[in-house]
């Protein structure tokens, strides 16, 4: 089994950054290398890719709507996955997931992702 488990959500203003993290449990996967993605999801929306990495960090991939201002990074010594947000606008509103697949492509499809956290909500203010 695989735990993974968000922080850093919170309210801030369109323009503010916030930088959230992802504590990841993997004892029964200590030896695999997964892939770890970020996706979102806004009231009355649907789920939405954000980002993701590859197990070494060499290989990132960013949704079209964040691609420029958030960065995704990741700490495997320490278990932890992280989303540093800038330029944050009000239509980033949502809860946010980490995710991990424990295939080695780089996906943007949930589906492909076997693990979620419970999520961490992020608010923009206008």
């Known amino acids: 089994q695989m735990q993974l488990v968000e922080s850093g959500g919170g309210l801030v203003q369109a323009g503010g950054s916030l930088r959230l993290s992802c504590a990841v449990s993997?004892?029964?996967?200590?030896?695999?290398?997964?892939?770890m993605g970020w996706f979102r999801q806004a009231p009355g929306k649907e789920r939405e890719f954000v980002s993701a990495i590859n197990w070494s960090g060499s290989f990132t991939y960013y949704g079209d709507s964040v691609k420029g201002r958030f960065t995704i990074s990741r700490d495997n010594a320490k278990n932890m996955v992280y989303l540093q947000m800038n330029s944050l606008k009000p239509e980033d509103t949502a809860v946010y997931y980490c995710?991990?697949?424990?295939?080695?492509?780089?996906?943007?499809?949930?589906?492909?992702?076997?693990?979620w956290g419970q999520g961490t909500q992020v608010t923009v203010s206008s």
């Open positions: 993997a004892r029964t996967y200590s030896d695999s290398r997964y892939t």
């Open positions: 995710a991990a697949d424990l295939g080695l492509a780089v996906t943007n499809t949930g589906s492909e992702y076997e693990f």
